[in-house]
C-alpha cells in the first residue's frame, strides 16, 4: 500500500541496490551513521545472496525523527547501481519517489517514479581519479534531494575515512561534485523530508554487534565458532576485539569441535560462548547433552535461517523454536531467548552468561538473519552498574564443607560449584549419569533423585523471567502474539491498527523458555482474540502455547518467504484476514 508523504511525515525510505561487490553496505552504513549524526532515528536491513561477487543485493534504510524499529514501504528513493536493480525495485518506488542512476549504464522508463541520471561513475574519476567513490557521488545526491547542506556529508566522509590515506578528501570531494551537479535535478521532484536535529551521541548497531558487545561486557574469555551465516558477524566481531578484551577466538574444523571446545573452557572456569545457524546446531546437539549432564555453563546463539539443509544461507526465517527447545538425547533443562532489538541482544547476551553460570545449563539465544544484520539506532548501552557474578562457591562456603559434592542434590536443584583444583577439592565429570560425587552410577534411585535435581533448577529460572512486553492498550479485541525479531513490525503494526480505530493490543516474547505461561495467559485474558506472527510455516509458537496452556490462537499470520515482515504487511493482513471474521 502507498502511503503519501502527507500520510507518514518526518521520515524516508531509501534503498541502495546493485550486485555483490558495488559497495551497497559501506554507502548505506555511510549514509545511515550520517542519519544518525544529525540527529535523525535510522533502521537499516541488509538482504544479501551468498556469492562475493555478482548476485543481486540490498541495502534499505528508514530514516525518520522518531524512533523506527522496522522497515516499510514504499521507497522514497532508489539508488540503483545497476539496470537489474532498477528493473527489479522500480514497482517498489513510490510515485512520487526518485531512481538516483548511472546515466551512462542504466536507464528509467518515462512512465513511473523519476529518474535523477547522473554518470557517477565518470564524476567519481573526476573527483578522486577512480569510479569507487561513484557510491559519494550518489551521497551528495541524495542531499541534495533532501536539500541539506553537504558540507555535513563532507566532514563526515573525511572522519570516516581518516584511517585511509587520500580516501578521506576523494571521497568528500565526489560528495561535492555529486551534490553540485543534482542540485538542478532535484528541485524539481516532492517528497518526504528529514531535517538535521539537535543531535546527540547515539549508536547505530545491528543486532549480531550488539549480541557481541553483550557478550564482552558480561565477561565472555573463549569463543568457539565453525562460520556459518548468519552467525559469522558474531565470530568476526568477536575475533576483532580479541586482543584488546583478552579473548581466545577460536576457529574450530567443526561445529562438533566447537561446541565440545566451548564446554571445555567453561568447564574450567570460563564463560564461554559458541554461535551457529540451524545447520551447525544440528552437529552439536550431542554436545548440548553433554553440558546438560555435567551441568556445565554453556551460552549459545543460533542465528536462524530458512532451511532445511542449507536453505537460503543469507536470507531470514524462524523456523528453529521447537529445533532447540526439543534437541536432546533424553531431556534436560534450558533456558532459550529471544531478544527482538539491538538493545534486547545486548542485555540477553549479558543475561545468558549470568544464567548459565549460576543455573549451570546450557543457555541459547535465538537470533536470525534479519536480526543479525539490521542496524538499530540505541542510546548508549550503559554498563556502569554491571555486576558479573559467576556462581561459584566462596572461600567461607568451601572451609564450611565437609566434603565437595560437585552434584548435591539441592532443594533449587543448584549444586556447589567450584573451578577445577580450587580449594584443593578434586573435581570430576562424566557423560553417563552419576551420583553427587560424579561417580558413574546406574542406581535407579539415584537416576530418579538426578533427573528431579536437576529440572528443580527450571522452577526458579521461571520465577526470574521478566515477563513479555505488551504495547497498546490492557484489553482489546485482539491480541497479536510474536517473538524475537517480528518486534519493531509487530509494534508498529499495533501502532498502526489503533490509530484507525481498531482494538489491537500486541505481545512480544523474548523469553521462550522456561515457558511463561502463567504471564501469557494473564494478558490474553485481556482480548477477546489471539493471533501469532511468526517467520516460519508451521506457526511453531502456536504450537508450543498450544501444548502448555491448551489454547488455540484464532488465526496465524505466517511467513516463509525468507524476506522480513514489515508492520505495513502485517496491519494490512489482520484487517483482510483477522478482523474481518
Not at 554487534?209 to 552467525?231: D, I, N, Q, T
Request: hydrophobic share 45%; glycine share 10%.
Amino acid at each position: 500500500m502507498e502511503h503519501h508523504p502527507s500520510e507518514r511525515p518526518g521520515e524516508i525510505n531509501i534503498m541502495v541496490a546493485g550486485a555483490a561487490g558495488q559497495g551497497m553496505q559501506t554507502i548505506g552504513a555511510v549514509l545511515g551513521k550520517f542519519f544518525v549524526r544529525q540527529g535523525n532515528q535510522v533502521f537499516a536491513v541488509q538482504d544479501n545472496q551468498s556469492r562475493i561477487r555478482g548476485g543481486h543485493n540490498t541495502f534499505q534504510l528508514r530514516a525518520a525523527d522518531h524512533p523506527v524499529r522496522a522497515v516499510s514501504m514504499p521507497l522514497e528513493v532508489l539508488i540503483a547501481l545497476n539496470q537489474e536493480s532498477v528493473d527489479r525495485h522500480i514497482g517498489e518506488v513510490a510515485s512520487w519517489g526518485v531512481i538516483v542512476h548511472d546515466s551512462d549504464k542504466t536507464r528509467v522508463p518515462d512512465e513511473g517514479p523519476a529518474g535523477l541520471g547522473l554518470p557517477l561513475e565518470t564524476l567519481a574519476v573526476e573527483a578522486g581519479g577512480n569510479r569507487i567513490y561513484a557510491n559519494s557521488v550518489a551521497l551528495g545526491a541524495v542531499l541534495a534531494l533532501l536539500d541539506w547542506d553537504v558540507a555535513g556529508m563532507e566532514a563526515f566522509l573525511e572522519e570516516y575515512y581518516a584511517a585511509k590515506a587520500g580516501m578521506a578528501a576523494a571521497n568528500a570531494r565526489a560528495a561535492r561534485l555529486g551534490y553540485e551537479r543534482a542540485r538542478d535535478q532535484a528541485g524539481r521532484y516532492g517528497g518526504p523530508r528529514i531535517r538535521p536535529r539537535n543531535a546527540k551521541p547515539r549508536m547505530f548497531v545491528s543486532g549480531h554487534e550488539a549480541v557481541a558487545l553483550g557478550a564482552l561486557a558480561a565477561g565472555c574469555r573463549f569463543m568457539s565458532a565453525y562460520p556459518m551465516s548468519p552467525s559469522t558477524s558474531i565470530i568476526s566481531f568477536l575475533a576483532e576485539q580479541a586482543e584488546d578484551f583478552g579473548l581466545v577466538a577460536e576457529q574450530a574444523e567443526d561445529e562438533i569441535a566447537a561446541v565440545n571446545m566451548a564446554i571445555g573452557a567453561a568447564w574450567a572456569g570460563v564463560r564461554s560462548l559458541t554461535a551457529t545457524s540451524g545447520g551447525g546446531f544440528s552437529l552439536m546437539v550431542e554436545g548440548l547433552g553433554l553440558a546438560g549432564i555435567t551441568e556445565t555453563p554453556l551460552v549459545i546463539v543460533e542465528a536462524q535461517r530458512p532451511g532445511p539443509s542449507t536453505g537460503i544461507a543469507t536470507k531470514t526465517e524462524q523456523p528453529d523454536l521447537l529445533f532447540v527447545l526439543h534437541a536432546s538425547q533424553d531431556e534436560f533443562p534450558r533456558i532459550i531467548l529471544a531478544p527482538g532489538t539491538a538493545r534486547e541482544a545486548f542485555e540477553a547476551a549479558i543475561r545468558a552468561f549470568d544464567l548459565a553460570d549460576q543455573y549451570q545449563t546450557p543457555v541459547i539465544i535465538l537470533t536470525d538473519q534479519f536480526l543479525a544484520d539490521s542496524y538499530f539506532t540505541e542510546e548508549r548501552f550503559d554498563v556502569s552498574a554491571l555486576w558479573i557474578d559467576r556462581h561459584l562457591i566462596t572461600s567461607e562456603e568451601a572451609e564450611a564443607l565437609r566434603e565437595y559434592k560437585r552434584y548435591r542434590i539441592t532443594d533449587s536443584g543448584i549444586s556447589p560449584r567450584a573451578l577445577p583444583s580450587s580449594y584443593g577439592f578434586t573435581v570430576g565429570a562424566d557423560s553417563h549419569e552419576h551420583d553427587e560425587y560424579a561417580h558413574i552410577s546406574e542406581n535407579i534411585e539415584n537416576r530418579v533423585a538426578m533427573m528431579d535435581k536437576r529440572f528443580r533448577k527450571m522452577e526458579g529460572a521461571a520465577r526470574e523471567q521478566a515477563p513479555p512486553t505488551v504495547f497498546g492498550p490492557e484489553t482489546a479485541d485482539l491480541c497479536l502474539v510474536g517473538w524475537g525479531s517480528t518486534y519493531g513490525a509487530l509494534e508498529e503494526a499495533v501502532e498502526m491498527l489503533n490509530r484507525e480505530g481498531h482494538s489491537v493490543m500486541g505481545l512480544h516474547l523474548g523469553v521462550l523458555w522456561p515457558f511463561p505461561g502463567d504471564h501469557l495467559a494473564r494478558i490474553l485474558a485481556g482480548a477477546k482474540r489471539w493471533a501469532v506472527v511468526e517467520a516460519n510455516y508451521s506457526g511453531q509458537l502456536a504450537r508450543l502455547i498450544r501444548t502448555e496452556l491448551m489454547r488455540q490462537p484464532e488465526a496465524a499470520i505466517l511467513k516463509y518467504t525468507g524476506r522480513p515482515f514489515t508492520g505495513i504487511e502485517i496491519a494490512d493482513r489482520v484487517r483482510k484476514g483477522v478482523l474481518e471474521r
